[in-house]
């Protein structure tokens, strides 16, 4: 849902009708899947800001569509989900980049994320997200 998103949207109901189709997911599985893309594409543009300033030789541009996706989605998790463990949330990553990406894209997925985790850039980045909220 997260790459259909980025694809160009539009048609959320014919990726949950498909998904409803050929996947054994419940409704509710697949709403909770809904409100983690909205949460994502929230905060999209911070997250995009973030996982460019650690592809330090890589421009986010050139990034695979599903790596980048991938990444989105570990980074929400890193900062902004605290039911997920953080090793938890870069192992994951990992283990769907080397599922549904390059060959090269688990090491690519683990740098980007250990670094964003290891980072105080991230955790200012979290502290001003939660101000925005807030206010």
Not at 41 to 56: A, C
Not at 116 to 127: N, P, Q, T, Y
Request: charged residues 30%; proline residues 2%.
């Amino acid at each position: 849902m997260l790459f259909s998103q980025d694809l160009g949207g539009g048609g959320d109901a014919q990726v949950v009708s498909t998904m409803l189709d050929q996947l054994m997911v419940t409704k509710k599985t697949l709403r909770q899947a809904c409100d983690r893309v909205s949460e994502i594409f929230m905060q999209v543009e911070g997250i995009d800001n973030l996982i460019s300033k650690f592809s330090k030789d890589y421009d986010f541009n050139r990034i695979s569509r599903v790596e980048r996706n991938i990444l989105r989605l570990g980074v929400f998790e890193l900062l902004f989900d605290d039911a997920v463990p953080p090793k938890v949330a870069i192992s994951e990553s990992i283990r769907l980049s080397r599922k549904f990406g390059t060959p090269e894209g688990g090491a690519f997925v683990n740098a980007i994320l250990d670094g964003i985790h290891r980072s105080e850039e991230s955790k200012c980045l979290l502290k001003t997200v939660s101000k925005e909220e807030s206010a």
